[in-house]
């Protein structure tokens, strides 16, 4: 029957172009290493968390790929002569994921939120003493002193602005994020993947206005770096975030990918827990960083890279330049060692995290470097959620820890708290490390803060509550057909607004 041809017909054209529509979406597929402790940007500071919430969520202000701060959600603000209030006019029309319209309203209680308890970052925003919305575009931060890294705060990942609305509901933002960023949540299958869809109603990007290029990104957890290299190979990547340095050569001779690779912002170094026996001795901590040789872990963990001497990344301006890295001085190492009455075959639980091999094998070379006087190290692979929880935030259980800190837009998202013994994993007690670091923080002056932090930098190689190892280079491989993605520079997370697949 006519009729009957006619409804086939149709029916067979709208198959069809469903199928097209399936064929032509453009996925972007990631490999990295390690997921997410958690989706609510207010509740973590793990950055495989920012590297995923980037895409999600937006901030006040935040870096541009040369680092210099831009407006977001704020299209512009201005700081009083006194240094104690911050004016921010927001941008009209920009709408959360759920429809809603961003206000100030907003943007204050997601401050508020910050400021509380259960935020990690609280302590960089308890300077804010109070918020003020006038109207629904503008936002007025009083401050109860100068605080010239409140902006680049506001700029990082855990300066997320949500809905007010959904704040108060007690929505649960850690498994069903919703902000205003250029990517909508999918789902989140744990130990697997995260998948995220478009916003086509994406306001702004500092690399693309509007709606993103591609229609869909996945995020896949692939702790094997052999495992994101065969991915690439097959297809089944287009980017891998963790490829192992042994890999590099083999992207680099095949046509069908490309090895980017820049300076990164990691401080990467071997945490000691300062609350326990001996390594509360500066001298025991000195004595360990003179056992092991920085340069060759760099090399053959990391695959090159920059030893660094203190807690900042390598090449960084508030470094002084008479802060050299420790030597490779075993029987230095010896001599302190026997100085502070450490005794033969002393043992260190090494807790490593278990997504990074790099660590791993740096933790490896270290447990050699340091039988060599005479101290046993006992290595402990920790599940990533592990190590967050039992070494990271508490209660401590390590002796020595390997991870790399990832860089802040300021000195002080570095520092601050170290020096008070119960506000860092480390554990480090030193009331002058922590009157240098806490002076610094609310000085308005430049050069007198980069001074403080100067001196404090000092002591921290001195005093050394690390091992200090290096930066890395930041290092990712690619499938030739993928353009505009890019890492920001020192948070290292991924900025996906602008990426092509062809």
Request: proline share 6%; with cysteine; aromatic share 8%.
């Amino acid at each position: 029957m006519p009729g009957t041809t006619h409804r086939h017909l149709i029916t067979a054209l709208i198959t069809l172009v469903a199928l097209l529509g399936s064929v032509c979406a453009r996925t972007l597929t990631i490999a990295t290493a390690a997921q997410p402790d958690t989706l609510d940007p207010h509740r973590t500071s793990a950055t495989s968390a920012f590297q995923t919430t980037k895409s999600l969520y937006d901030t006040l202000v935040e870096p541009d790929a040369d680092g210099i701060i831009v407006g977001a959600l704020a299209e512009s603000w201005a700081l009083s002569d006194d240094a104690l209030t911050l004016r921010f006019t927001l941008r009209q029309g920009v709408r959360f994921h759920d429809g809603s319209v961003v206000t100030s309203a907003d943007a204050a209680a997601s401050l508020e939120r910050l400021q509380a308890d259960a935020s990690p970052k609280a302590d960089e925003f308890v300077v804010i003493e109070a918020i003020e919305t006038p109207d629904d575009v503008t936002l007025v931060l009083r401050l109860s002193r100068p605080a010239p890294a409140l902006l680049d705060s506001l700029a990082s990942g855990w300066g997320a602005i949500v809905p007010a609305a959904l704040i108060e509901a007690g929505h649960d933002f850690a498994n069903q994020p919703v902000g205003t960023g250029p990517f909508v949540f999918s789902e989140w299958v744990r130990d697997s993947f995260v998948r995220l869809v478009a916003n086509d109603d994406y306001y702004h990007g500092v690399l693309a206005r509007g709606r993103p290029e591609v229609d869909e990104v996945v995020i896949r957890f692939v702790p094997d770096s052999a495992v994101q290299w065969q991915g690439l190979r097959s297809g089944e990547f287009q980017v891998g975030i963790d490829v192992a340095a042994v890999d590099w050569p083999a992207v680099e001779a095949d046509p069908r990918f490309e090895l980017e690779q820049g300076p990164s912002g990691l401080a990467l170094v071997a945490t000691l827990n300062n609350r326990r026996p001996y390594l509360d001795d500066a001298r025991v901590r000195q004595a360990l960083n003179l056992a092991v040789d920085a340069d060759t872990i760099m090399e053959v963990a990391y695959g090159g890279g920059f030893t660094i001497g203190t807690f900042m990344e390598a090449g960084s301006h508030w470094v002084p330049e008479t802060i050299e890295p420790y030597p490779h001085d075993p029987e230095g190492a010896l001599e302190l060692l026997r100085a502070a009455g450490v005794p033969a075959g002393w043992r260190l639980d090494m807790a490593l995290p278990q997504p990074y091999d790099e660590h791993i094998v740096a933790g490896q070379m270290i447990q050699d470097y340091l039988r060599g006087v005479g101290i046993v190290g006992e290595i402990r692979i920790v599940e990533w959620g592990v190590w967050l929880g039992q070494v990271f935030r508490g209660p401590h259980d390590f002796d020595l820890t390997i991870i790399g800190h990832t860089g802040k837009l300021d000195a002080s998202g570095r520092l601050n708290g170290y020096g008070h013994p119960d506000r860092t994993y480390s554990g480090f007690d030193s009331p002058e490390v922590a009157a240098l670091i806490d002076r610094a923080a609310v000085i308005a002056d430049a050069e007198a803060r980069r001074a403080l932090y100067a001196e404090a930098l000092e002591r921290l190689h001195v005093e050394a509550p690390f091992i200090y190892l290096g930066t890395p280079f930041t290092t990712f491989a690619r499938a030739a057909g993928v353009d505009g993605f890019w890492i920001t520079p020192l948070l290292d997370t991924f900025d996906l607004r602008g990426v092509t697949v062809d």
